[in-house]
């Protein structure tokens, strides 16, 4: 394999890139058909059979005619290539003339003719140009790292790690609990009598202190 064979691959393809883009902003497929209409209705007439030793002329006396319609179908098929905003007219002219042809040039060409025009002048008539694409709008109702609303995170997702599965405790610093009555088995300290760690030996209750009460 010689080294200009990738070269020549990638140059390929990018032609037939280029032809596709050139293809897809045009009715192509209408001029082609228009155009190859006009084809047998201008050949047929000015055409000879031949059957063994004897000659059959297909023309007929209005031979002439025949070939301006195939001219201008031919014309109008390029027309809708290289100038895409007459498509409406040239679609209808198509059509027109190849309804013209049935008594003039052979029944259209034997029909052939015919029916390419009558259907690429249709397909001019309908063909419109795409729109580009439009950038679709940001979604609403989206929280936190593209989460919708009211939605918790699985506890595996690495989107949102830290969220714990459901039914799960979450490990981290202990929350002290309310405190209630006993501490290790003591009272605690907010529930102790008033008093109870005066030393002074004097009580709140009576006022008086504790060691002349009790002398």
Do not use: C
């Not at 000879?48 to 030793?53: E, K, S, Y």
């Not at 040239?90 to 259209?108: D, E, K, Y």
């Amino acid at each position: 394999m010689s080294a200009e064979t990738p070269a020549a691959a990638g140059q390929f393809t990018r032609r037939r890139l280029q032809f596709r883009a050139w293809r897809g902003a045009r009715p192509f497929w209408a001029g082609l058909f228009v155009a190859l209409g006009g084809l047998p209705i201008a050949y047929f007439p000015y055409a000879n059979l031949q059957i063994g030793h004897l000659t059959l002329a297909m023309s007929t006396t209005a031979g002439a005619g025949s070939l301006i319609i195939g001219v201008l179908l031919v014309v109008l098929g390029i027309s809708l290539w290289f100038q895409k905003h007459v498509r409406v007219f040239a679609g209808v002219a198509a059509i027109l003339l190849a309804l013209v042809s049935i008594p003039v040039s052979n029944l259209g060409g034997f029909l052939i003719g015919f029916l390419f025009a009558l259907v690429g002048g249709a397909m001019a008539v309908s063909w419109v140009p795409g729109e580009p694409p439009q950038a679709e709008p940001p979604l609403e109702g989206k929280g936190t790292d593209d989460a919708p609303e009211g939605v918790v995170p699985a506890n595996d997702d690495p989107a949102f790690p830290g969220f714990p599965e459901p039914g799960t405790q979450a490990s981290g610093p202990a929350v002290p609990g309310p405190r209630g009555g006993l501490d290790d088995g003591e009272p605690s300290q907010a529930l102790t009598a008033p008093g109870a760690h005066d030393l002074s030996g004097t009580s709140p209750a009576n006022g008086a202190n504790g060691r002349h009460s009790a002398g």
